[in-house]
């Protein structure tokens, strides 16, 4: 491993690091970490219970370290855009499961200095992280194929490619297939949901 990978490692698992790394302006939008007092059943899955995390670098960590309660799949994410949450702007996250078993919306508020160490009903937190399995830098088009994008992003950000090993074991067409199946039945719901 080079010292450029070294550094981004423990820069995706060190908040301290993620911080300084965070453009200086987001300092004066910070507020006051508190871990979430809502359930885990609420927590990340509407904008009004969004996770709190620090800066769009925790955002990745976070969403990075998440893995299935049961059968330790970990998260492929891309950000869809911002959206209004209990405390102002928070960020929306489309996910799916390296297993396809799983396919979610979360979302995420950026604003704090800490991240959470809760995770959502159905999920826990891994230790450490060994890569990025998405990132907050926007749409991704090939959705959930994230590999380039998170490889020529981790160059960027983080000086070093660190895009997770498990990105590249999975069965791209069984998680496309999942994706459009499951974005099909929210549009199918929003449309219910608007003639109500």
Do not use: W
């Amino acid at each position: 491993m080079t010292e450029e990978q070294k550094f981004a490692i423990a820069a995706i698992n060190i908040v301290e690091i993620q911080n300084k790394m965070a453009p200086p302006d987001m300092f004066g939008l910070k507020r006051s970490f508190v871990e979430p007092d809502f359930s885990a059943e609420l927590l990340g899955y509407d904008a009004m219970h969004a996770i709190p995390v620090n800066d769009v670098f925790g955002e990745e960590c976070y969403l990075s370290k998440l893995r299935d309660e049961e059968t330790d799949a970990a998260v492929i994410f891309h950000r869809l855009g911002s959206v209004q949450g209990s405390e102002g702007i928070v960020d929306k996250f489309e996910c799916v499961t390296t297993d396809a078993k799983k396919y979610f919306i979360l979302y995420l508020d950026p604003y704090y200095t800490k991240q959470s160490q809760q995770a959502p009903q159905g999920f826990k937190l891994a230790k450490y992280n060994v890569g990025l399995n998405g990132t907050s830098v926007g749409y991704n088009e090939d959705f959930p194929n994230v590999v380039k994008q998170v490889e020529e992003y981790s160059k960027r950000a983080y000086g070093a490619d660190i895009a997770s090993a498990a990105l590249a074991s999975v069965d791209m067409e069984i998680l496309k297939k999942k994706v459009h199946k499951e974005r099909l039945k929210r549009e199918e719901a929003n449309k219910h949901e608007s003639n109500d």
